[in-house]
């Protein structure tokens, strides 16, 4: 009985193990994923700059961007890549906004993720159902009127839809 008791103890010990050996894979892929997109938008914004200023249009070796990933949670794949330069409106119209959600309780022009003095931060556009966040370990509390400086690992919730945002920096030359 004792035996038998420690080989299912094994044997439960090994499954945990393989399970999650098989999602630290899956999450490094993931984030392999994210970086590659972020390059290639890095990339394509230095070589427009080259194009419009052939004189300055050497590649800048070392420069490191803030960039943000956006992954609907319970989503398995997909996500978005954005540079928060460029903010990023997120919506129910497919036009005027870079991410659209077709859902009711999402806004036409919901609300925007946008950088400012090197940190990302997410502002309501006066949205009907309002937005929310909640900070890694936190309560979830509505943006009101004045934009919310955002984390890695923050939750923003636009009607039923909760986008998980990683925030990470990024250098093309170096991959």
């Given at each position: ?61 070392g ?83 004045t ?5 890695s ?23």
């Amino acid at each position: 009985m004792t035996t038998v008791i420690i080989v299912i103890a094994i044997l439960a010990a090994l499954a945990s193990g393989i399970a999650a050996a098989a999602a630290w894979a899956v999450r490094r892929q993931e984030k392999k994923r994210y970086y590659e997109a972020a390059k290639k938008i890095i990339q394509e914004e230095y070589l427009n700059s080259a194009i419009r200023n052939p004189e300055n249009g050497s590649w800048a070796a070392g420069i490191w961007k803030t960039m943000v990933y956006l992954k609907a949670e319970g989503e398995k794949h997909g996500g978005f890549v954005f540079d928060p330069e460029d903010q990023v409106r997120i919506g129910r119209n497919r036009s005027g906004n870079e991410i659209c959600l077709p859902d009711v309780r999402v806004s036409g022009e919901h609300c925007r993720l946008f950088l400012y003095e090197g940190y990302v931060f997410a502002e309501d556009l006066g949205s009907s159902n309002g937005t929310f966040i909640r900070h890694r370990r936190g309560k979830i509390q509505q943006l009101s009127g004045t934009p919310q400086q955002m984390f890695s690992g923050d939750r923003l919730y636009v009607g039923d839809t909760c986008l998980k945002l990683v925030i990470f920096q990024c250098n093309a030359a170096a991959m």
